[in-house]
């Protein structure tokens, strides 16, 4: 059945194959502005509605803080009187209540004050002036406001439950002789009375929720209309934000409603209570209505225009084609070779021309199709020959030069690679090929960053990229290589895959590497020896001096701590001139089979007693079975007790020393990870420059000689500043180095 619809709608006029697109596309233009049009200003009036109702919460929130300082300035005035803090401190219950009845009748009238009220300490009911007959019982259970402010002998204004229920209260201390003698409290309603004077001034419907539980809400008050009618359950099941209002704007079963939900906090930030703001849209509704109704009219009367418009055109159009497709079906036929006569000079006479100029090509092409067809076979055989030489001249350079040379589809997959690749990482040309995820997960390490460098340079963006990177051979071994990708495109200049070339430069690297640490060491020499130099002269006369300076003195003789104290100084230069001397020192090494990982368990063992003393804990995290490294064992030893000293003098009593070893190809890396007191760029820098203070052991003297041992080993330091004040340091050996000649 579908197949029969398609062939009838392909096999109509072309008349209607033009009026019918431009129809489909006047209905789902016009369909879709009306629809944009309608969505658009449905969500300007959410959005104006959101902001209106969202503005009368802050107003709500305001009208709170109003009230809250209000009776905060009412309550501080009252304290301030003197008479009152008399009569408080005196006690006099009926004293009070003769002063200030009147002025709570006023306040009451003024200020819509519900209570006014004394108190004495800790949280003793003492007066009611709109209760006078009670008194006398203790609120410290349930008012924590009254009890906070006599703790303080601040004020404190805010929303606090009590007998009556919830109430915006302002509790002051009131002195006496500079003794707190008391409090009073000035309280406005929170409840019916509350609301319907909000509503009365801002004509808008509002309910009151106490806060029972997370999802336990009891309804205290309302105003205006529908507040008889809960809506708690719309804030129960709809989405909330903590400390954010929820605002449902016409909401399932009540599409003529917008509603906001808010809570409202006591005085010492938790939510207690939740207010409805509930506002009338139905005027909204019959507006969209009418918009909605006005707007599918125009939309069909365009439409309506459009098919008329439309039809006329089209008809207007095919006519005069027919006329040229009926003489062309005389020229396919043969029936035809003179040439076409134009009337008009639009795109009709255009495509009488165009026939005319198609005639004279065909009877062109044809001579030379006859032609061609003569010495076609002995082209194609040139071609042929000429191909294959190219094919043998390539494969034959491609398999003898020192460099991976592909070819990778879009897929991963790989069409085409040279047999080096086999003679470098180790895996055959049938493993590469075979596999189409090979190149994906093996070479490129999909969701690295020089496999995304590749793609969005060579498939995405259709340029050449040239990038060093690391690849694993078979063994797992690690190599650096330069690659440089080139695209391949297609006619419409999309990528259809990259070739490109991979040369090996892990020599290099390692060449480079020694290099730098050669350099390092060099330097590092020469600062020792220049700084020996330049001390030892100067300090052995000073240190000479002094000592003859001090022992001369009596010991009672000020000048004698004095010169006492030059002579630990000159001891302290000293200690720093035999740590440069023995960085400079050389010293062979002899070569063994070293296990790391039983060198640091015998450090630990021998240095238990100071790791308690400190109170630090050793974290140890190995691989078994690891390979050993040809490295002379005192001297790594030397340089181990050294590295691990300095880190248990340097960290904080208490912490966590993690020495972690791991083996990765043919490198093996140790990993000490620490707190320090104090980690900064600058001691990074200068970590293993030649120092010392009052707290440094000799024995940890050493770092510069701990770091030559460890790069004359073909080995490397690297250290890092990781979060707060940790320092990590990861030392690497080569499994089979070759010793370096005597420094």
Not at 130 to 154: A, N, Q, W
Not at 280 to 285: A, F, K, P, T, V
Not at 445 to 473: M, P, Q
Not at 511 to 523: F, M, N, T, V, W
Request: charged share 30%; glycine share 4%; with cysteine.
């Amino acid at each position: 059945m579908l197949p029969q619809i398609i062939n009838r709608l392909i096999s109509i006029s072309m008349k209607w194959k033009l009026a019918l697109p431009f129809l489909f596309f006047a209905f789902v233009g016009t369909t879709t502005l009306t629809y944009i049009g309608l969505t658009s200003q449905i969500r300007l009036i959410k959005e104006e509605e959101q902001k209106s109702i969202l503005h009368y919460s802050h107003r709500f929130l305001e009208e709170i803080d109003h009230k809250k300082n209000q009776a905060l300035s009412l309550a501080t005035m009252i304290a301030e009187y003197p008479e009152v803090q008399q009569l408080l401190a005196e006690q006099d219950r009926q004293g009070l209540n003769d002063l200030l009845y009147d002025t709570y009748e006023q306040l009451k009238v003024d200020f819509e004050i519900e209570q006014f009220h004394f108190h004495i300490p800790p949280a003793t009911s003492f007066l009611r002036l709109h209760y006078p007959t009670r008194f006398g019982e203790d609120m410290i259970d349930y008012r924590k406001m009254i009890l906070d402010c006599v703790r303080s002998h601040l004020p404190i204004s805010g929303i606090e439950y009590g007998e009556t229920g919830f109430g915006i209260r302002g509790v002051v201390p009131v002195f006496h002789d500079k003794e707190i003698v008391g409090t009073v409290e000035i309280g406005h309603s929170f409840g019916k009375s509350f609301l319907n004077d909000i509503h009365r001034r801002w004509d808008i419907n509002l309910a009151l929720y106490e806060i029972k539980g997370p999802e336990s809400l009891r309804h205290m008050a309302g105003a205006g209309k529908n507040v008889k009618e809960s809506h708690a359950d719309l804030y129960l099941t709809g989405p909330r934000i903590d400390e954010t209002p929820t605002i449902l704007i016409a909401p399932d079963r009540y599409p003529d409603r917008s509603i906001l939900f808010n809570t409202v906090k006591n005085y010492s930030g938790k939510p207690v209570a939740l207010v409805e703001i509930n506002m009338d849209r139905s005027e909204i509704q019959a507006r969209l209505s009418r918009t909605r109704d006005l707007m599918v009219m125009v939309g069909l009367a365009a439409i309506t225009i459009s098919f008329l418009l439309t039809y006329l055109v089209a008809f207007l159009f095919i006519r005069p084609i027919k006329k040229i497709v009926m003489v062309a079906q005389d020229i396919a036929q043969e029936k035809r070779d003179s040439r076409l006569t134009s009337r008009t000079n639009d795109e009709i006479g255009t495509l009488t021309q165009a026939l005319n100029t198609m005639l004279d090509a065909l009877k062109k092409r044809r001579v030379e199709i006859e032609e061609h067809s003569r010495t076609l076979e002995r082209k194609v055989q040139e071609r042929t020959h000429a191909l294959v030489s190219s094919e043998e001249n390539y494969r034959t350079l491609v398999e003898n030069v020192p460099l991976i040379v592909y070819r990778v589809l879009p897929d991963g997959t790989t069409e085409f690679v040279n047999s080096y690749l086999t003679e470098r990482l180790g895996y055959t040309i049938e493993d590469v090929v075979s596999d189409k995820r090979f190149w994906l997960e093996k070479i490129s390490a999909t969701g690295s960053k020089a496999y995304k460098t590749i793609y969005n340079s060579c498939f995405i963006k259709g340029e050449e990229c040239r990038i060093e990177r690391l690849l694993r051979d078979k063994d797992g071994r690690t190599l650096s290589f330069i690659e440089h990708a080139i695209p391949a495109k297609d006619e419409d200049g999309k990528t259809k895959w990259i070739d490109g070339i991979m040369l090996d430069i892990t020599e290099l690297k390692r060449l480079q590497e020694r290099a730098l640490r050669s350099e390092e060491i060099k330097i590092l020499g020469e600062i020792s020896a220049r700084m020996a130099h330049e001390i030892r002269n100067p300090l052995v006369t000073v240190g000479g001096f002094a000592r003859r300076l001090r022992d001369s003195l009596p010991e009672d003789d000020s000048r004698h701590k004095l010169a006492h104290i030059i002579v630990n100084e000159v001891a302290r230069l000293e200690d720093f001139l035999k740590i440069l001397i023995s960085s400079i020192k050389p010293f062979d090494l002899s070569l063994t089979e070293v296990d790391i990982n039983l060198l640091l368990d015998l450090w630990i063992m021998k240095h238990d007693m100071f790791l308690k003393s400190k109170g630090i804990k050793v974290m140890k995290e190995v691989i078994p079975d690891i390979s050993k490294v040809q490295a002379d064992e005192e001297r790594i030893n030397q340089a181990f007790d050294s590295l691990l000293k300095h880190a248990v003098i340097s960290m904080p009593e208490g912490e966590q020393l993690f020495i972690s070893v791991i083996q990765i190809g043919d490198r093996l890396t140790v990993t000490f990870k620490h707190k320090v007191n104090r980690l900064s760029k600058d001691d990074l820098e200068k970590f293993f420059f030649p120092h010392i203070n009052d707290k440094t052991e000799r024995a940890i003297l050493d770092l510069p000689l701990s770091k030559i041992i460890i790069h004359r080993h073909r080995g490397k330091i690297d250290l890092i500043s990781e979060g707060d004040n940790i320092l990590v340091m990861m030392i690497e050996f080569p499994i089979e180095p070759a010793a370096d000649s005597v420094i």
